[in-house]
């Protein structure tokens, strides 16, 4: 072998090690946000939107105005103020997909009861329309049978004012729906039967509003979700029918109710 090979045998091999150790870095730079450690309660955490068309200091005013409307939406959701969500703005965080949530990463956020971390791009306009891209990370599914990480593509036509995209970004359904499903999870696991009426509810809210996003035809990992949904429904009603520790009206369904739910889909 050359003396040439082996050099670049070498450096291939230092290029690798460095992967290695540069992959995890990125990781533990998104792994947390300060401010989540200020917010009490259930959080939806929102890094940055990041406005193609926008200068600087233009893409700062469009980051507050979402964090206004949007944190004023969820707190008009007819939600008890124990469980009530709370918007945490990440300014200058964009995490770089998966590799952003290993999984201590993930658990250190549940842990800090974050149940959905949000953030996207919205494109120049092209062709008449306007194109966002928004990225959404489910916390706590299980990832040996979900995919917590979901991606979707949104389209209108182009509106009069970046202002008008901001209100249609606060007014997306999905956000309240992804943080219902792991609130509902969060609610059973941490209070049992005292938590199954209020996790019920979260779940058909779920549902609900997951199916106006996704339309009569959805597939992929928005079917995927759905159907997993569905069944969080299903095993709640069995769960409640059986558990003596549950006083509440799922108690009193009879089983065909509960069987015949279930094999509709899971909805009541």
């Given amino acids: 072998m050359t003396h040439r090979r082996i050099a670049h045998r070498a450096l291939r091999v230092v290029a690798a090690a460095l992967g290695a150790f540069v992959v995890p870095a990125v990781a533990s730079a998104q792994a947390v946000c300060t401010d989540i450690n200020n917010v009490p309660g259930f959080k939806i955490v929102l890094d940055d ?10 893409q700062k005013v469009l980051m507050r105005l979402l964090i206004s409307q949007l944190g004023s939406r969820l707190e008009d959701l007819p939600d008890p103020a124990p469980s009530r969500y709370h918007l945490v703005p990440c300014p200058g965080r964009t995490p770089v997909g998966e590799a952003s ?34 990225n959404y990370v489910m916390m706590p599914l299980p990832r040996d049978t979900m995919n917590p990480f979901l991606q ?4 209108r036509k182009i ?26 999870i969060r609610v059973i696991d941490a209070q049992g039967a005292p938590g199954y009426d209020s ?18 035809n959805p597939v992929g990992a928005q079917k995927q979700l759905l159907e997993y949904v569905d ?4 095993a709640l009603l069995r769960r409640a029918r059986n558990d003596a ?24």
């Fill in 49 to 58: 939107i990041q406005f193609a068309a926008a200068p600087a200091d233009d």
């Fill in 231 to 234: 069944a969080q429904q299903c």
């Fill in 199 to 216: 996790a019920k509810a979260d779940f058909a809210t779920a549902a609900q509003g997951l199916r106006r996003a996704y339309g009569a």
């Fill in 159 to 184: 509106v009069s004012s970046p202002d008008e995209v901001v209100e249609w970004l606060a007014g997306f359904d999905e956000i309240s729906a992804y943080a219902s499903v792991g609130r509902a």
């Fill in 152 to 155: 979707r593509q949104y389209e």
């Fill in 101 to 134: 949530f290993p999984p201590l990463t993930v658990r250190d956020l549940v842990t800090r009861d974050v149940l959905l971390e949000v953030w996207g791009d919205v494109f120049r306009p092209s062709g008449g329309k306007q194109l966002v891209a928004m």
């Fill in 245 to 268: 520790a549950y006083k509440g009206t799922m108690r009193l369904l009879p089983q065909s109710t509960v069987d015949r739910t279930c094999a509709s889909g899971g909805n009541q």
